[in-house]
């Protein structure tokens, strides 16, 4: 096992990684920019380096500061998190140039997935069902006939995109013809790739999505799986599992992401996106190769800690465990706190925390870096903390998840709180009745 790793990320999942590595005896040095220098992990590693000044262009994703910083500590191994350079295959292809492991799959593995055209095409190989859609477009004209034969209305998406960047709902030609070039654009300036897909747009679905691990030897378990459906600008607000849909169904899903993820050999935590439509047809989207914000409530079901399965994979301990090893049990569901108002468009709303108070009792977990005092820089995303909870059914789960929520105490900036406090006494969320539409034909904003 590893001595010391570096983590080259930032907020609460710095602190997530740092928690399990301390337990396993593992020392951690935390880069960090000149924004985060009190943040919370800069406090509590072994050693911390800074990177370079806020934004994140010259500091999280300054690739030979966070090597420099990894030789020069000593580190054996880099944990990305999730963002940043978590799904960089040049970062990691330097990693194992420089002698020093990435936690994560192959930069092999990530070139195949990393892009939406190339995990389309991988699907097909797997026998797993795509949305129709194309393959990278060469322009207008292009688009412009794949829309003809698919049928209006279609989805533009950045092949190199994630996280709802990069996307563009058009349901008319004319449309077409300026929302191709603003989404190139776009996926350009987001990713540096202007690479541009198309699918047909459907109007309301779920998006549950597939925990799996690899050992990258073909071994490779699902943990479950999560619904996320319930999302702003197609970026996740709350997450549960496992998911309200009929068994059959999801056994369907699960079997086609570890098919998949097999194809490809794959290595460390993953994710498996998928659509599910109301007719309960399903598509694959993409697989995230990384660890991911919702991954909690999948640990909370089935008493894992991924971050070691992470670093036992990394280490070259392998997986040591069957499918028939996982048990799942009761439901979790994740609420993302966001310094964001809901009032406002999701405004984000950084600044001091000047009061805080998370909540506690049976089954309630928060993830969070903040404290009384810290300053929320507006250099980042606006995830301040998650707050997971755990009970034997989806109802009781949902009644503890408002309990908790009412504890929370934030003083300072606004959050999504009150938000999520509505949607617990929502019907169409008590009886599981969410699509990704959800705050615009469910919920009154």
């Known amino acids: 096992m590893f001595k010391k790793i570096l983590i080259a990320n930032r907020g609460e999942i710095a602190l997530r990684i740092m928690r399990t590595a301390r ?11 000149q924004a985060d220098e009190k943040s919370l992990p800069v406090l509590l590693a072994d050693e911390s380096v800074c990177v370079g000044p806020a934004a ?15 030789l020069m500590t000593g580190a054996e191994a880099i944990h990305p998190g999730y963002g940043f350079m978590a799904e960089n295959p040049d970062f990691a292809e330097m990693c194992r140039e420089h002698g020093i492991v990435f936690i994560g799959p192959t930069p092999e593995s990530m ?10 095409e991988i699907a097909a190989l797997s026998s797993v069902p795509v949305v129709p859609g194309t393959g990278v477009l060469e322009g207008t004209d292009a688009a412009l006939l794949a829309a003809k034969q698919i049928g209006y209305p279609v989805l533009l998406k950045a092949s190199a995109g994630g996280g709802g960047r990069g996307q563009k709902i058009v349901r008319t030609q004319d449309e077409l013809k300026s929302a191709f070039g603003q989404a190139q654009e776009e996926a350009r300036l987001y990713f540096g790739d202007p690479a541009i897909i198309m699918e047909k747009f459907l109007e309301e679905f779920r998006h549950v999505e597939v925990q799996v691990m690899g050992d990258g030897q073909g071994h490779v378990i699902h943990i479950g799986e999560r619904d996320c459906s319930i999302q702003r600008r197609n970026q996740k607000l709350i997450e549960e599992a496992p998911s309200n849909l009929p068994a059959t169904l999801r056994q369907e899903i699960l079997d086609a992401g570890v098919r998949l993820a097999k194809h490809v050999n794959y290595a460390g935590a993953g994710t498996l996106e998928f659509i599910v439509d109301r007719d309960g047809n399903f598509y694959f989207m993409e697989m995230n190769t990384r660890i991911q914000v919702e991954h909690c409530v999948s640990e909370m079901i089935s008493g894992l800690d991924f971050v070691r399965l992470q670093l036992l994979v990394a280490a070259g301990e392998g ?5 028939d090893d996982i048990v799942l049990r009761g439901h979790s569901i994740e609420c993302r706190l966001n310094a ?30 903040v404290y009384e005092g810290y300053a929320i820089p507006p250099h980042y995303d606006s995830l301040i903390g998650k707050l997971i909870v755990w009970s034997e059914t989806r109802e009781q ?49």
């Open 56 to 70: 994140s262009s010259a500091s999280y994703l300054n690739i030979p500061n966070i090597l420099s910083a990894a």
């Open 111 to 120: 070139r195949a997935l990393g892009s939406k055209a190339g995990g389309r």
């Open 397 to 445: 789960a949902i009644a503890r998840m408002k309990r908790a929520l009412e504890e929370i105490v934030i003083g300072g900036p606004k959050t999504t709180i009150p938000l999520y406090i509505r949607i617990m006494d929502n019907p169409f969320y008590k009886r599981g009745a969410v699509m990704t539409n959800f705050l615009k034909t469910r919920m009154e904003m």
């Open 319 to 323: 997986l040591a465990l069957t499918q």
């Open 23 to 33: 337990e396993m005896g593992i020392q951690t040095v935390v880069v960090y920019s």
């Open 340 to 369: 964001e108002d809901p009032d406002k468009d999701f405004r984000p709303a950084a600044g001091k925390i000047e009061e805080v108070y998370f909540p506690g009792g049976p089954g309630v977990r928060v993830d969070s870096h």
